[in-house]
């Protein structure tokens, strides 16, 4: 087959390199697959033109409107992922393979669009914490915010993972309203490159907001400001050569790093080989060897067990690994495909010579070619190391393949010592049915791991693995994991995001945050606001109820009818003695339903539903005698369909004496 010529997409069209191609080969056979360059590219204009163009289109744009960018092209690639499908196999990944970083992908834009219609607002800025009290009356008050950066985020991605690894960093980027230059490893880029033709294809992104590089970023990083964001993922080696780059250094440009480390999996002390920690531990070591071919910046590379335990996770391991034999990936009975290139697996073999200093091969032959000799196939390699705290390499050294080393322990504390010698990692998983251990590792080994997942015989059966990093949760790490943070929900997208504190009066912030501030004239209601549709609704449109005296016998009346007849609501005696309450005192949930009944319109109208209370506070106890009132507040409104919206409301229950009793934000869901 012909090899492919790649382009690089920039300026609004695709561009093909002007000279200096590079072959890329397949994992396969060696053939040739694609040509890739990116001669001739203007970098200092590429950001120019992201900066000027797919910023600002995007930045318009609301939280909810790049949600359903996203959504949109979830829905392209998924329409078309088989042609990814067919290009992933020579990247040397199995279907299986394929399935983490092409349906992975796809599931992290479909993870990021939810969230971003679920948790973030209809609007262009965040709220980040509560208002911030700054004077004594109230008319001088703080806030912080997050606002998207004005420049690009360039992605430098790694070659195992050609299609996820663009799209988990894609995702939170484009919900934060910031355009991308995307610059793939040259080895997979193939695979990258078809993934976005199919995104531009989907003709729904603004110009500008994607743009991509097959080849050398040039002088890219010279022409970067203060408003971009590097995110890389790759080795430590070359994370600390783009790190002190004097533009990286001058102009404080955030880099977020993603390292390859040395990552643990530990046998907790109290497994025995008859209980179900131990085959799930066997299991997970030989997945993480085997999937991808070990070429997992999650995997397994350093497998603890206690001392007493090693020659018989030893024997399981083999005994597994034995069924498992590398094959051609199109081959539905391969159960490992091969190694990106043969230049990884000479690099692979390498760092194995280095391991085998510190630790015994047990299983596997690293110089051997199964398959064929122009693919880049090689077997899973399992060592020992007989005494880790002698060990350096064990340690220090990744080979970035399918290769693990089993390293004994003494104890507990031993254990969490060895899992933290690594210096740094993205995951750690702990293989235990004790929770004391468990909560041990945590606070001996949080430190040093940025993901912990544990895995017993209840979680096993819904648990995502050792290996798999989701788009819920951070994924990054300390130390040699390079110490940054991606993906973790909407955490992810505000890295994309500057965080700035303002300081004025509520009026001033509501009008900028498009938000009720307590303090901020209101609009006092001359309709009751459950007679207005959604449209109708300002922010700070209030009502203020009547007020109602809660007597004694509401109290009892209350308890008996619910059944709440704790004794602070029904003995004088005992309520006296409470230094809180120093006298019987309302329920909580009696102020509530009052409450409701006094700002409830009962007619049929606009208001839908009421679905739930958020930020509940009771601050003040209620006695027999006192009387409640309402002041209810348009606080924050999100269209959810086209006929129906959201409504927040800002509720403040007083007393007579005007000092706030509960204070809670109600939800409801109302006709637009």
């Known amino acids: 087959m012909k090899p492919i010529t790649l382009q690089n997409y920039a300026e609004g069209k695709w561009i093909a390199g002007t000279g200096g191609m590079a072959e890329l080969r397949s994992a396969i056979n060696g053939d040739v697959v694609a040509l890739t360059s990116s001669q001739g590219l203007d970098f200092g204009a590429m950001l120019n033109f992201a900066r000027t163009h797919g910023g600002p289109a995007l930045r318009v744009l609301t939280f909810h409107d ?39 992908g796809i599931g992290t834009f479909a993870v990021y669009q939810g969230k971003g219609r679920r948790e973030l607002p209809n609007e262009r800025i965040l709220i980040d914490g509560a208002l911030e009290a700054l004077s004594r009356n109230g008319t001088f008050q703080g806030l912080h915010v997050y606002t998207s950066l004005q420049g690009a985020a360039v992605h430098i991605n790694a070659f195992n993972f050609p299609v996820w690894g663009m799209l988990e960093k894609l995702a939170p980027t484009f919900l934060a309203g910031v355009p991308a230059i995307v610059k793939p490893a040259s080895a997979t880029s193939y695979l990258t490159e078809a993934a976005v033709r199919i995104m531009l294809e989907a003709n729904v992104l603004p110009k500008g907001a994607l743009q991509l590089i097959v080849g050398s970023t040039g002088d890219l990083f010279d022409h970067l400001t203060c408003q971009d964001v590097v995110s890389f993922t790759g080795s430590a080696q070359t994370a600390a050569k783009l790190k002190s780059h004097p533009v990286i250094q001058r102009e404080s440009v955030r880099f977020v790093a993603e390292q390859d480390s040395l990552n643990a999996s530990v046998l907790g002390p109290d497994v025995t080989p008859d209980v179900p920690e131990f085959d799930l531990f066997v299991k997970e070591v030989v997945r993480e060897m085997t999937a991808k071919a070990g070429q997992k910046c999650t995997a397994i590379r350093r497998a603890l067990m206690p001392a007493g335990l090693l020659d018989a996770v030893q024997s399981a391991l083999i005994a597994r690994l034995e069924k498992t034999t590398p094959g051609d990936p199109r081959d539905e009975t391969a159960r490992m495909g091969a190694l990106v290139s043969v230049s990884q697996r000479e690099d692979v073999r390498a760092r194995i010579l280095e391991l085998a200093r510190d630790a015994s091969i047990v299983f596997g032959d690293p110089n051997a070619s199964p398959v064929n000799e122009k693919g880049a196939f090689m077997s899973p390699v399992l060592l020992r190391c007989e005494r880790p705290w002698e060990a350096r390499a064990v340690h220090d050294v990744e080979a970035f393949g399918p290769v693990s080393t089993l390293v004994p322990y003494k104890d507990g ?24 251990f468990a909560r041990d590792v945590v606070l001996g080994s949080g430190a040093y791991h940025g993901r912990i997942a544990l895995i017993d015989r209840d979680s096993a059966e819904e648990s995502t693995g050792h290996g798999s990093p989701m788009p819920h949760m951070i994924h990054g790490g300390p130390g040699r994991a390079g110490g940054g943070e991606e993906m973790g929900g909407i955490r992810g997208v505000t890295h994309y995001m500057q965080r700035s504190a303002l300081q004025g009066n509520p009026r001033v912030l509501s009008a900028i945050v498009n938000r009720y501030v307590a303090g901020m004239p209101v609009e006092e209601a001359t309709q009751h606001p ?41 003995d004088d005696v005992a309520a006296a003695a409470n230094p809180l309450f120093g006298g019987r005192v309302a329920h909580g949930y009696l102020i509530l339903a009052f409450a409701a009944g006094l700002f409830v319109d009962p007619d049929p109208g606009p208001v839908l539903a009421n679905y739930g209370l958020d930020n509940l506070r009771f601050v003040k106890p209620v006695k027999p005698g006192d009387a409640i009132q309402v002041a209810l507040t348009v606080k924050d409104k999100t269209l959810r369909k086209p006929d129906q919206g959201e409504v927040r409301w800002d509720v403040v229950v007083t007393n007579r004496d005007g000092d706030t009793v509960a204070a809670y934000d109600l939800l409801t869901m109302n006709a637009a």
Do not use: C
């Open 66 to 104: 790049r949600a359903k960018l996203l959504k949109a092209l979830a829905e392209a690639l998924t329409a078309r992922k088989e042609e990814l499908y067919e290009l992933s196999y020579n990247t040397g990944a199995t279907r299986a393979d394929s399935w983490i970083d092409i349906d992975g």
């Open 413 to 436: 504390v031993d254990a969490i010592a060895l899992a933290n010698r690594g210096k740094g990692s993205l995951v750690m998983s702990v293989f235990t049915y004790d929770t004391e």
């Open 530 to 570: 459950f007679r207005r549709k959604f449209h109708d609704l300002p922010i700070g449109y209030q009502l203020k109820t009547k007020a109602r005296e809660i007597t004694l016998e509401d109290i009892e009346h209350f308890a008996h009818f619910t059944g709440d007849t704790f004794y602070a609501h029904m």
